[in-house]
């Protein structure tokens, strides 16, 4: 008998890595007994990545969330373990270091165990505070070496990398194949290198199913001297998510190593409430694509969890496509062909912008970029025309160095638009902000929370923390799964045209507008436009009043309020004012110039910076932040 293998249930990345969201608090409390019960997790990843930010995006608290779901693990002797990404925190964007401080806090308090540490360009002076923030709460740390397959990422290049982190502090190495592309011999060797110079380091494998290399890999680590392998459940497991416990667990067993027995009545119960909790609602953002074996991700090597947020998305972004197609008389683009060009795209971006390793956040920047500039292309517009602010930090060094040199016509655009380079230290360009938060907190009556867990989460999520805050996050999340359901109900049974009642019954309750609307009216023979509320209109944009149109010819009741020229989205997604809660917003009566940041449009987990293309004086805001938008709408106008 070979020495023994445990085994980890990612159970929060199997359900990011096949769709948008993760189950509820109360859906998650109900199925933690019966993973308990199979008897054979030694560690369960309970939250990090997307977690905090999908519950606040149902309008819950992501705080109880974590509280309730890991107490029962450690009950039970059963470790957890959070995925988070150094610089970035638990978001996109950089953190400042206070916040990154508290938040180790916070989720030891929470009762995480393992902080698994990643940085999205293996710049290890990003992990560096983490890894001592980490053993300062008294959590274990886990640095992770991102896998991706480039001329630059060979075996010396991760051994090196594993060595620096051990040098400085981490108990533990994962082995982080994010996209499942990396070639198993390759790996064994990385794994046996570590182990060689460091056989008390335990090394945990984490891999995703994709183009099918996993399996093979699984069992080269652990020839290699691998002590924890992660595993997903069907039925998400396969496809974008992770190979299957009872495959890797009879592989192993195969092999003569000492792996865990299952208890399979209680695995058929998990795997029960795993369907319940898809069937609930969770399904119907889970993409039937995303339960596929995908041999072309090969190529572009983007990973699980962003493929299962890709193809949520990629209806909207080829619905934009065919919208300026039809207007142009052109072809209508299948999902397919745009599928085929963004990966033709990706793997014309990457090298270019440094070969950042394929991860969260660099894989949805490099994605993100690709997707923009197939976009703006079949516009007839030029490749490299919308570049998101975070995405110019991390070509331009503010968010680790790269690990290639960057192609000269980046370099050449960069120098063209007065932006700097940056060759300090990353987290010096964002200074503390804890006390701002605090204050803000202070001044809207908002407790601070257990532990400062809530003065955590609004300084790490400020806009979506709002959101939860104010109502509007549930709202919305409940409005979208109703229609998703109806048009799910809608496409299984034929349509029956509807009779159109010449009067409201007096029974039936008028739906009142959720988003602020444009009206015109008259006032004593002038005709007005001005925008009107309903229910609570705290937040809501003020419109001037102006004089509109003559009152014999007024504007049609979707024209833009304000005078002057229209301030159009560039894209599809939400509105904005400003990235922080910190931030000062633009509003009505501003004087702007040329290339000024008037708003973002947030898609694809970036916030999207719209800028002045002329100057003048804000004379209407058409949205209220948080309302979505498609491309081509009014956000605001100026004279």
Known sequence: MKREIKFSLVFRDMWQSAGKYVPTVDQLTRVAPAIIEMGCFARVETNGGGFEQVNLLFGENPNRAVREWTKPFHEAGIQTHMLDRALNGLRMSPVPDDVRQLFYQVKKAQGTDIARTFCGLNDVRNIAPSIKYAKAAGMISQCSLCITHSPIHTVEYYTKMAMELIELGADEICIKDMAGIGRPHSLGQIVANIKAKHPEIPVQYHSHAGPGFNVASILEVCNAGCDYIDVGMEPLSWGTGHADLLTVQAMLKDAGYKVPEINMEAYMKVRSLIQEFM????????????RLMNS???????????????????????????????????????????????????AYVWPRVGYPPLVTPFSQYVKNLALMNVMQMEKGKARWSMIADDIWDMILGKAGRLPGPLAPEIIEKAKAEGREFFEGNPQDNYPDSLDKYRKLMNEKQWETGEDDEELFEYAMHPAQYEA??????????????????????????????????ATTPANVTMAMPTTPQIMTVDVNGQAFKVTVAFGDTAGAPSAPETPAAPAAAPAPAA?????GKEVLSPLEGKFFLVK????????????????????????????????????????????????????????????
């Open 559 to 563: 024209a833009p309020a304000g005078a």
């Open 468 to 501: 939860y805050r104010s109502g509007k996050a549930k709202v919305e999340f409940k409005a979208d799964v109703a229609k998703k359901k109806a048009e799910k109900q809608g496409a299984a049974k034929p349509a029956v045209p509807a009779a159109t009642p």
């Open 279 to 290: 069937d609930d609602f969770l399904g119907l953002y889970i993409s039937p694509k995303n």
């Open 296 to 346: 072309l991700l090969i190529g572009p090597g983007l990973p699980g969890g962003m493929m299962g947020s890709l193809m949520s998305d990629l209806e909207k972004n080829l619905e934009t496509i065919n919208k300026n197609n039809i207007k142009n008389n052109k072809p209508l683009m299948s999902q397919d062909q745009l599928l085929i060009k963004l990966f033709d795209e990706v």
């Open 580 to 639: 922080g809660a910190s931030d000062t917003p633009v509003k009505v009566g501003d004087v702007v110039k040329e290339g000024d940041v008037l708003c973002y449009v947030e898609a694809m987990k970036t916030y999207n910076a719209v800028r002045a293309e002329f100057g003048g004086t804000v004379t209407a805001i058409c949205l209220a932040s948080g309302d979505a938008v498609s491309e081509d709408d009014v956000l605001m106008t100026i004279q």
